[in-house]
């Protein structure tokens, strides 16, 4: 039966297949249509974010060439402050004197008893050692820290681009 009714129907089918053919046609050539209308908008949108990425390209490499050169002025300077430290040697102990502590003269004998100090035998002299180390330290950090600032000063100096 279902072929007795497909053979009555063929045509009907076949119009119906051909309808849908057509209609995705249609809509397929009117897309093309529009998109060939906005073809040169397109292009001229895509130029354009082209030449602002090719800007933004040598800004950026602009601002990497200022950085690199202010870090290799600074790392070049950090090598000269390392190696003076280190071809000056260790730190000095410096040895400080203090005054002569003279012992006070005293009238008669000292009192015996238990809190009775006794009386001073001569001149005392106390010493005292300072390390210079550490002052020398943190004038290696000061160093640093100052060439840090002159490495800063150039980058922000020799900056090529608008930021």
């Known amino acids: 039966m279902s072929m007795t ?74 090598k000269i402050l390392h190696d003076a430290a280190t071809a000056a040697g260790p730190a000095p102990v410096i040895r400080v004197c203090k005054p002569a502590k003279l012992p006070s003269a005293s009238i008669g004998k000292p009192s015996a008893g238990p809190d009775a100090a006794t009386a001073g035998t001569g001149v005392l002299q106390e010493t005292l050692d300072l390390d210079t180390g550490p002052l020398f330290a943190d004038a290696d950090i000061g160093d640093a820290l100052s060439a840090q600032i002159r490495g800063l000063h150039e980058f922000i100096n020799n900056r090529k681009c608008g930021e």
């Open 5 to 78: 009714l497909l053979a009555k129907y063929w045509k009907i089918a076949a119009f119906c297949i051909a309808a849908l053919l057509a209609t995705w046609l249609w809509i397929t050539v009117a897309h093309w249509r529009d998109d060939s209308i906005r073809l040169p908008q397109v292009e001229a949108k895509a130029e354009k974010d082209l030449a602002d990425a090719a800007r933004k390209i040598e800004h950026l490499q602009l601002a990497y060439e200022n950085a690199y050169h202010a870090s290799e002025g600074y790392q070049r300077e950090l």
